[in-house]
């Protein structure tokens, strides 16, 4: 949001992914309205939220005009048709929440690839975007290491978060290892062009 603002650019960001990443929150934290936790979780389940609706706005209101809609092509029925048939398929309960929550689950293992998509396509990405992208996929790294924790300590175990979260991790492994070796040692991240 403060690369947005900063620079009244949403260029190289793809507006798809953070539309899923908007859906993804929407339909997880829908037990805003069922249930309470604690303060820390409802003010932080909001700020998500925000966040992920003022991105979209920022995207396709706002900075419309620098919006890369040529390069942001990703279909996205081809994730939001697998992925709703399969919260149907395979939740823990079937009800609309529990659905929902599944659901949220599914979509955030993919919800990047638009992003990724859109990078495959252009070639580059700044520097900016590629730290927002390694931290998003250190962010979920960093879940395999709290699952492999719960269930030593907890004996808790999430099949369906942890199998999704481990397919958004692959997801980002050929981007770690660019990140890796271009990024960190002060280059821009490019890809090779297919002739």
């Not at 829908?30 to 920022?58: E, G, H, P, Q, R």
């Not at 271009?182 to 890809?191: D, E, F, H, I």
Request: hydrophobic residues 45%.
């Amino acid at each position: 949001l403060l690369k947005i603002q900063k620079s009244k650019s949403c260029a190289g960001i793809s507006g798809k992914s953070q539309i899923l990443f908007a859906l993804v929150f929407t339909t997880r934290y829908l037990d805003l309205f069922t249930t309470f936790i604690s303060v820390y979780n409802t003010v932080m389940k909001v700020i998500f939220l925000i966040c992920a609706y003022v991105t979209v706005y920022m995207i396709y209101v706002k900075f419309r005009k620098t919006f890369d809609s040529e390069n942001d092509s990703f279909r996205l029925e081809f994730l939001l048709v697998p992925v709703t048939g399969l919260s149907f398929l395979e939740n823990h309960s079937f009800t609309p929440l529990e659905i929902l929550w599944t659901f949220s689950i599914y979509l955030e293992s993919v919800a990047i690839l638009p992003q990724l998509f859109m990078i495959s396509k252009t070639g580059e990405a700044e520097t900016i975007t590629t730290h927002y992208l390694f931290f998003l996929g250190l962010y979920r790294a960093l879940y395999i290491a709290n699952w492999v924790w719960r269930y030593y300590t907890e004996n808790f175990y999430d099949q369906i978060a942890v199998v999704s979260g481990v397919v958004q991790t692959i997801f980002y492994c050929d981007f770690f290892y660019l990140y890796v070796t271009k990024v960190l040692k002060g280059k821009k991240l490019s890809l090779p062009m297919p002739v």
